[in-house]
Nanobody, 124 residues
Framework: QVQLVESGGGLVQAGGSLRLSCAAS????????MGWFRQAPGKEREFVAA????????DYADSVKGRFTISRDNAKNTVYLQMDSLKPEDTAIYYC?????????????????WGQGTQVTASS
């Protein structure tokens, strides 16, 4: 069992930055691929970014590529999402997720564990 707790969300002006963190419980964090997803009001949950177990492979949605950076620190059982140049359309609840099986980063249904989410609001 893995418990995930996100933090770092908040209100920021468009063009600003936020850094989300996701802390995982347990001693097997390094055995999980990690992903970030988001859900805006009235919309479906969508993939944002993912990182492989060792951190050697990353994947980004086209909408955030070049603005967001995912990273992880396996010694601290934490995955991060650095969000720069935020836009109003980035406003959503952001969730981190963990999956133990193969590298299918964009498929939300393949993730085993989810956090409770953290709200990010970028105002225009």
């Amino acid at each position: 069992q893995v418990q995930l707790v996100e933090s770092g969300g908040g209100l920021v002006q468009a063009g600003g930055s936020l850094r989300l963190s996701c802390a995982a419980s347990g001693r097997t964090f390094s055995s999980y691929h990690m992903g970030w997803f988001r859900q805006a009001p009235g919309k479906e949950r969508e993939f944002v970014a993912a990182i492989s177990r060792s951190g050697g492979i990353t994947d980004y949605a086209d909408s955030v590529k070049g603005r967001f950076t995912i990273s992880r620190d396996n010694a601290k059982n934490t995955v991060y999402l650095q969000m720069d140049s935020l836009k109003p359309e980035d406003t959503a609840i952001y969730y981190c997720a963990a999956k133990s099986a193969g590298w299918t980063p964009r498929e939300a249904g393949r993730y085993d564990y989810w956090g409770q989410g953290t709200q990010v609001t970028a105002s225009s």
